[in-house]
């Protein structure tokens, strides 16, 4: 079985803690308080000069939470060029001489002391290191934001990429049927991130000898590796870690099931918020906010609004308060309960919210005090939004008895963009099955299309070939095989044999599904590529349009499908030099792009090139200016000013600029 591989040296916690000192790896009496941190703290850096650790401090995250140690000669120096970084929570003065460090850092609110005794800077960190796992208002708010009223007629792979991940991922992990092995695989993984800190790993012998399904919040709500790994890997989307997590996050789920809250509440929960941080919630009013943690709340106003009385925090942080109403109607899978009884810290009128719960932005005000107030409610079965959303994600991965499996995992990380992980999984999943399960063949024809999608046609079409020997000769998944096969050639520019596997593609499906089947439209529109690279323009006009009816029929309106329909009928049109027909074309094309993938801008670009080529041709140059520029501007925000795309298009923009002027002169004369 495949293990994951993680890079030990990375921090996989948010908190760490670094130290900037000359002889912090020279002295002994440093080496052993490096030992003795990292009970405090895991991950903990050091440097012995200025500029080696103010690099490593603009290389970490916003995100991240860093305690700072410095000594008095290189904290004078560097202290005013970091001090405001979000990420630097604290920064501790370790020196020889108190009362000479005193005086600069005085001016700089996060310095939290001068401490010439170690036995004093360590009880220091210790104690503000229990107090932020205590209220937790300084954590990162791991959220994701989308505009679902947008989301009618688009496919679930077009919504707002980042937020639909997140509840691709979360479900498939939530509904994944767990392994023996999954507990063992995680605690390997644990010893090894906590293999110099006795009191992280007795906590992990603790969990391996007695954990039990039933205790899964209990264990999360404990001060441990369990919640600062899982946290992190959650912000971060740490595959590996959260693909091991699955069974952990499955038993929460399942406790918060069971001890639904079945009366409306109002919770709260604290948070201090970057200006930068607030301003996107104050610009969001309306849409829809994904949570991607599980989500803790207080049922009391008053305890939430005590972490804020903290004067320790940073004063150039913003105190925020959430005020969210959830009522138990929803029909969907995120839930939440009251673990008071179910929590290590007892008594704590806790509400938990499960991973990936949404919430829609209603409202932001501030009260007199400072304070702000967001005003939020969960969203539910009432809202049409939520259910198309959701029916999506589980009619597109799932499986039997309404379970995702690897191959679920595996499809999601490739709609991710993830091809080497997409691999990793895949792979891991054949050397799990039986030779003879029907999925070998799903995992050889996943492989053949991210092989394909690398451009390693030899690869990809030895993966086909091995789908299909493992297929009967009148299974339906042929067609799929013969497709990608089909794109092989086309790529290889063999375009006899192309026509020749899409053909036999679309048979398959014509005699299974009829005419009208919406995967016909894919094969229809290949065939007519392939026969426009090979100038038959009628030909591939009429396969084109063959396509576009078929998607009309079966598609939503403004599903990207249409858009790329649209699109290549427009390129046929400009080749036989029906330019009205091809502006037309183009246009509904950008229409539906425009709203289907708006974040998809270099699709936009294509098309917008297209229709500015169509009025050069029909010398209507200042038109074609005009979207050159638009042109223009996606590309200069996309890529480098050396990229070909942005030279190509300066030139295109200076050959038209030089035909307008030509033609002002012309009327001239």
Not at 358 to 364: A, D, G, K, S, V
Not at 438 to 466: F, M, P, Q, R, T
Not at 514 to 532: F, P, T
Request: aromatic share 12%.
């Amino acid at each position: 079985m495949a293990t994951p591989v993680f890079e030990y040296g990375n921090n996989l916690e948010t908190i760490c803690l670094v130290w900037l000192d000359a002889v912090v790896n020279t002295s002994q009496d440093n080496i052993n308080a490096q030992q003795q941190f990292r009970q405090i703290i895991n991950h903990l850096e050091t440097f012995q000069n200025v500029q080696d650790c103010k690099q490593y401090l603009q290389q970490t995250s916003n995100d991240d939470r860093i305690f700072l140690i410095v000594s008095g000669r290189l904290g004078h120096e560097i202290v005013p060029q970091v001090h405001s970084y979000r990420q630097i929570s604290s920064i501790y003065v370790y020196c020889m001489n108190k009362n000479r460090n005193e005086e600069w850092a005085k001016h700089f609110t996060k310095v939290k002391g001068v401490f010439i005794r170690f036995d004093q800077l360590k009880q220091q960190i210790q104690s503000e290191q229990l107090k932020r796992m205590e209220n937790k208002v300084d954590e990162p708010f791991l959220m994701t934001m989308t505009k679902l009223n947008d989301m009618i007629d688009k496919s679930t792979n077009e919504l707002n990429g980042e937020f639909l991940q997140s509840q691709l991922l979360i479900d498939c992990l939530v509904r994944m049927k767990p392994n023996l092995t999954d507990k063992t695989e995680l605690i390997n993984i644990c010893k090894n991130i906590y293999a110099n800190n006795l009191n992280e790993l007795n906590l992990i012998k603790e969990f391996e000898d007695n954990y039990r399904l039933n205790q899964a919040i209990w264990w999360y709500t404990r001060e441990s590796f369990l919640y600062r790994l899982l946290n992190k890997a959650l912000r971060i989307n740490n595959i590996d870690l959260l693909f091991l997590f699955r069974f952990f996050i499955r038993d929460i789920q399942q406790q918060l099931k069971r001890c639904q809250c079945l009366l409306p509440v109002r919770v709260y929960r604290a948070q201090l918020m970057s200006t930068d941080e607030l301003n996107q919630l104050t610009n969001s009013l309306g849409e829809y906010i994904s949570v991607n943690s599980f989500f803790s709340t207080s049922l009391n106003r008053q305890k939430a609004i005590k972490f804020l009385r903290d004067d320790s925090f940073s004063s150039d942080l913003q105190k925020v308060l959430f005020e969210i109403d959830a009522n138990s109607e929803s029909d969907y899978s995120k839930v939440y309960s009251n673990i008071s009884s179910m929590s290590y810290y007892s008594n704590e009128q806790e509400i938990l919210f499960t991973l990936g719960s949404i919430f829609r932005l209603l409202n932001i005000k501030q009260e007199s005090n400072g304070l702000w107030v967001i005003q939020m409610i969960l969203s539910n079965h009432n809202d049409e939004n939520m259910k198309i959303l959701f029916n999506n994600i589980k009619d597109e991965y799932s499986g039997i008895n309404n379970e995702t499996s690897l191959l679920s995992f595996g499809n999601i990380l490739h709609q991710m963009g993830k091809y080497d992980l997409a691999e990793k999984y895949f792979h891991r999943l054949i050397d799990e099955l039986p030779n003879d399960h029907d999925d070998i063949s799903k995992c050889y024809h996943a492989l053949g299309v991210l092989a394909l999608l690398k451009d390693n046609y030899d690869s990809s079409l030895n993966w086909h070939e091995k789908s299909i020997e493992k297929l009967k000769s009148n299974d339906v998944h042929l067609a799929d095989n013969y497709n990608c096969i089909g794109c092989i050639y086309q790529k290889k520019e063999d375009f006899p044999k192309a026509l020749d596997f899409y053909n036999k593609a679309l048979d398959i499906w014509t005699k299974t599904y009829g005419e009208d089947y919406y995967k016909i439209a894919d094969y229809l529109n290949n065939m007519g590529c392939v026969y426009e690279i090979e100038k038959n323009y009628l030909k591939a006009l009429e396969y084109h349009q063959k396509s576009l009816s078929i998607r009309q029929k079966c598609l939503p309106k403004y599903h990207s499908d249409l858009g790329a329909s649209y699109n290549n009928i427009g390129n046929i049109y400009l080749r036989l030099q029906q330019y009205d027909l091809a502006l037309e074309n183009y246009k509904s094309s950008y229409e539906i792009k425009l709203k289907s993938l708006p974040s998809q801008r270099i699709s936009l670009a294509a098309t917008l090139e297209n229709i500015a080529l169509v009025y050069e041709q029909k010398h209507l140059y200042e038109q074609a200016l005009s979207y050159y520029k638009k042109v223009a501007t996606i590309f200069h925000e996309t890529y480098s000013s050396t990229h070909n795309s942005v030279i190509q298009i300066e030139q295109d923009i200076q050959r038209v600029s030089s035909l307008i002027n030509s033609q002002r002169l012309t009327a001239v004369f």
